[in-house]
């Protein structure tokens, strides 16, 4: 059971350009939400988050919106810089249940910015 | 700050062979533990958590280990490793259950 699922296994998109990354999850107890960028050969690093109580959260060039009533969340980058060429990991966490401590990944999204 | 270590960061090892994978966290105390692993062409399954000396949960049943040794140490085993056991191992850690979870740089392991 896929409780956390990034439907697109790639996105290509020009330089200077919005990138749009969308994740869906299926677990309502899910309370912590968060983007992870990863490059070959490397381990991942956190990008954003979002708690539950937000529906939006901004770093810079990066976005995080949440829609609990969908159960959908996005990350939006804008400029998009060939740099940020990396797979992209949605993940979520929650507190209940006895399981505080597990993140659980989607199976992540291969963005390509073109220069 | 905090650092995470892990080695090696590759190992090509026969079907049938044994594995040790370790990872050691600085600069913090306590802090809650993960084993995860990446196979080729799947997103980041997770193996095995700790949030104590001594207490590992397992989520995956296989035949993997994993111990907690000392309060910043966590090591991956296996006493015969399978064909299926390759791919990317990625240690991380995290303070509390609403911080990100930090990773190391991951071991690529290729069973032959």
């Known amino acids: 059971d896929q409780q956390v699922k990034q439907n697109s296994p790639s996105l290509s998109v020009q330089e200077g350009r919005i990138s749009i990354l969308n994740c869906d999850y299926t677990?309502?107890?899910?309370?912590?939400f968060l983007w992870y960028k990863k490059y070959p050969a490397e381990g991942p690093t956190f990008l954003i988050s979002?708690?539950?109580?937000?529906d939006k959260n901004e770093d810079g060039r990066f976005t995080v919106f949440l829609n609990k009533s969908a159960k959908h969340l996005s990350l939006h980058i804008v400029p998009s810089q060939p740099g940020d060429s990396a797979v992209y990991f949605c993940?979520?966490?929650?507190?209940?249940?006895?399981?505080?401590?597990?993140?659980?990944f989607g199976k992540g999204t291969l963005l390509t910015v073109n220069p | 700050s905090q650092t995470i270590h892990q080695w090696p960061a590759t190992l090509v090892q026969p079907v049938g062979s044994p594995l040790s994978l370790e990872c050691t966290v600085e600069g913090t105390s306590n802090p809650n533990l993960y084993w995860y692993r990446q196979a080729a062409g799947r997103g980041l399954q997770l193996l095995f958590y700790s949030v104590g000396i001594g207490q590992i949960s397992s989520e995956v049943p296989q035949n993997l280990s994993a111990s907690r040794p000392q309060d910043r140490q966590f090591i991956l085993s296996s006493k015969k490793l399978l064909l299926s056991d390759s791919g990317f191992y990625h240690c991380a850690w995290r303070k509390s259950y609403n911080s990100p979870l930090h990773f190391g740089n991951g071991t690529r392991l290729t069973v032959t």
């Open positions: 677990n309502s107890m899910f309370d912590y």
């Open positions: 979002i708690s539950s109580i937000k």
């Open positions: 993940a979520a966490s929650r507190r209940s249940g006895g399981s505080n401590y597990k993140l659980t």
